[in-house]
């Protein structure tokens, strides 16, 4: 099993940034890739971005140029730098972990998720 906890969510302006961060512990051997999903209210859980262990990278086109994703591998931790927010960005941010090497956007490609941080973002 693999546990995960986000980190660092929180209210901001549109154009202000934030840093989430996930840790991952128990069978970190299963957090080959590592992702980025948002649900707002209302709407579907979407993919936002992901990293596989050896670099390999998918963005959202929605937040392409904008939210960069990066890992520590010495720490199982996960990061997503989010810059130039708008108040569509609003949702709750989840975590997500698979031991496969396929940055998927798909949700049923992630076999473990955190609980989520929300994120605000005020016009």
């Known amino acids: 099993q693999v546990q995960l906890v986000e980190s660092g969510g929180g209210l901001v302006q549109a154009g202000g940034s934030l840093r989430l961060s996930c840790a991952a512990s128990?069978?970190?051997?299963?957090?080959?890739?590592m992702a980025w999903f948002r649900q707002a209210p209302g709407k579907e859980r979407e993919f936002v971005a992901a990293?596989?262990?050896?670099?390999?990278?998918a963005y959202a086109d929605s937040v392409k140029g904008r939210f960069t994703i990066s890992r520590d591998n010495t720490k199982n931790t996960v990061y997503l730098q989010m810059s130039s927010l708008k108040p569509e960005d609003t949702a709750v941010y989840y975590c997500?972990?698979?031991?496969?090497?396929?940055?998927?956007?798909?949700?049923?490609?992630?076999?473990?998720w955190g609980q989520g941080t929300q994120v605000t973002v005020s016009s």
């Open positions: 997500a972990a698979d031991r496969r090497l396929n940055v998927g956007r798909a949700s049923h490609d992630y076999d473990y």
């Open positions: 128990g069978r970190t051997d299963s957090t080959t890739t």
């Open positions: 990293l596989s262990r050896i670099g390999m990278t």
